[in-house]
């Protein structure tokens, strides 16, 4: 069983940064594909980005390429997500997924745990 904990979430102007961090506990960290997915209100959940266990590979929606980042240190047991240029757009909770795949899936059947989230609100 795993247990992800979201934090760094807060309220910024437009064109601002932030970094999400995302820590886990319980079960084997490196193994797992992380995500980051965000939900607006009256919204459906819509993946973010997601990174491969060794961090080869990873995997970005459209709408944040070029803006986001997704890292981790397996050592820290520690996902982050860089958030810049940030939108109004942008404004939802945001989760953090793990997962036992190999591939950093964009869909959230693909994760078998998931965080509490943390509210991300971009004013204009």
């Known amino acids: 069983q795993v247990q992800l904990v979201e934090s760094g979430g807060q309220l910024v102007q437009a064109g601002g940064s932030l970094r999400l961090s995302c820590a886990a506990s319980g079960g084997t960290f490196s193994i797992y594909v992380m995500g980051w997915f965000r939900q607006a209100p009256g919204k459906e959940r819509e993946f973010v980005a997601a990174i491969s266990w060794n961090t080869a590979n990873t995997n970005y929606a459209d709408s944040v390429k070029g803006r986001f980042t997704i890292s981790r240190d397996n050592t820290k047991r520690t996902v982050y997500l860089q958030m810049n240029s940030l939108k109004p757009e942008d404004t939802a909770v945001y989760y953090c997924?793990?997962?036992?795949?190999?591939?950093?899936?964009?869909?959230?059947?693909?994760?078998?745990?998931w965080g509490q989230g943390t509210q991300v609100t971009v004013s204009s």
């Open positions: 997924a793990a997962g036992r795949g190999v591939i950093p899936s964009g869909v959230p059947s693909g994760y078998d745990y």
